[in-house]
């Protein structure tokens, strides 16, 4: 699988198993503390191979491990409970790959769009992780047709329990967006949703692209993003550069923030290397640091976020930052 082997090139995840079943091939990965499924199809008749029938290749489901599926249940009516043993196909592959527990419970229901979630009741599954740390993703971004931003923010809420945060519109002189940002209740991970604000948004190119609401991008946490993104480099990942407005912005809002302890040493590095910064006026010690790569998989849109949270209180998403992402990627979009 061409897109296992730049995985494990390119971002320095690690293959842990294969398994091939008669319509497809799965490849079990780690990144740190997180396993990733990569599955590709080997006959037509695949429901991998429908998948892409109907939409770019990208993630098609987001998997949780929750305390109580029980809990779930109770939120979502529809929400199907399998035990390990007998699991619907999907979950039987990953079943085998992680070897779980016969005592493992399992549940499965639709997200949003092309996007479904697993989601896993096994007290025994984090001794057989990668790591012993909470998990590598710090968010996921959902892309959702205009018009349905408020309702998927609904259905989150009601499904897990996520808390609205943050309310953003970014608007260049070409295209713009809305977006909500939502957080799981025990505050790991994020869920952003945007929506376009016009038929020329990139939101809108990916939606197109991808024939329907699905992750643009995924996040992950990277300690220390600088010394992350030497290593990306070196491994040959493309990474997004910023706008060429970016850093300039970026050294006069330094020069008005003395309360900042921060050395020209370090703001050259990053702007060498292309890396994002903003933080909070009133908490000038958590930083928030952030770089993307081009997008990853042939035929679509989807992409990498790599972000270091500086200090304990560095939550939420910087305004800053998400305009210069914004722009960035319209760039990168009108020259291909």
Not at 6 to 13: N, S, Y
Not at 235 to 252: I, K, M, N, S
Request: charged residues 20%; hydrophobic residues 40%.
């Amino acid at each position: 699988m061409a897109s296992q082997a730049k995985f494990c090139r390119a971002m320095g995840m690690k293959m842990v198993r294969c398994v091939e079943r008669e319509d497809r091939i799965t490849c079990l990965l780690s990144y740190q503390s997180t396993w990733f499924l990569l599955s590709s199809p080997t006959s037509p008749h695949s429901p991998i191979a429908r998948y892409l029938s109907d939409h770019a290749p990208g993630i098609a489901d987001i998997a949780l491990k929750v305390d109580h599926l029980s809990d779930v249940l109770a939120r979502a009516p529809g929400l199907r409970l399998e035990s390990s043993s007998d699991s619907p196909e999907a979950l039987c592959q990953l079943d085998e790959l992680l070897d779980s527990s016969p005592q493992a419970r399992w549940g499965w229901l639709p997200g949003w769009g092309s996007v479904n979630h697993t989601l896993v009741e096994c007290p025994r599954m984090a001794s057989r992780s990668p790591g012993h740390h909470r998990s590598v993703i710090d968010h996921v971004v959902l892309n959702v047709p205009v018009g349905e931003l408020d309702a998927v923010v609904a259905y989150y809420v009601q499904l897990f329990g996520f808390e609205r945060r943050q309310i953003f519109q970014i608007q260049t002189d070409r295209s713009g967006l809305s977006s909500q940002v939502l957080m799981d209740p025990s505050g790991e991970l994020y869920l952003n949703i945007n929506e376009p604000s016009c038929e020329r948004s990139q939101i809108q190119e990916f939606i197109t692209l991808h024939r329907g609401a699905g992750i643009q991008h995924l996040a992950l946490r990277c300690e220390p993003l600088l010394e992350t993104v030497k290593l990306l480099r070196q491994q040959g990942l493309p990474l997004l550069p910023a706008p060429p407005t970016y850093f300039q912005g970026l050294r006069d809002r330094l020069s008005q923030a003395p309360e900042l302890e921060w050395h020209d040493a370090e703001l050259q590095c990053l702007i060498e290397n292309q890396i994002l910064m903003d933080w909070q006026p009133r908490l000038p010690e958590s930083m928030l640091l952030q770089i993307f790569s081009l997008p990853i998989l042939p035929d679509s849109l989807f992409f990498f976020e790599f972000i270091e949270r500086r200090g304990k209180e560095a939550q939420g998403f910087g305004e800053r930052n998400f305009q210069a992402l914004y722009e960035a990627v319209e760039a990168d979009l009108q020259t291909r």
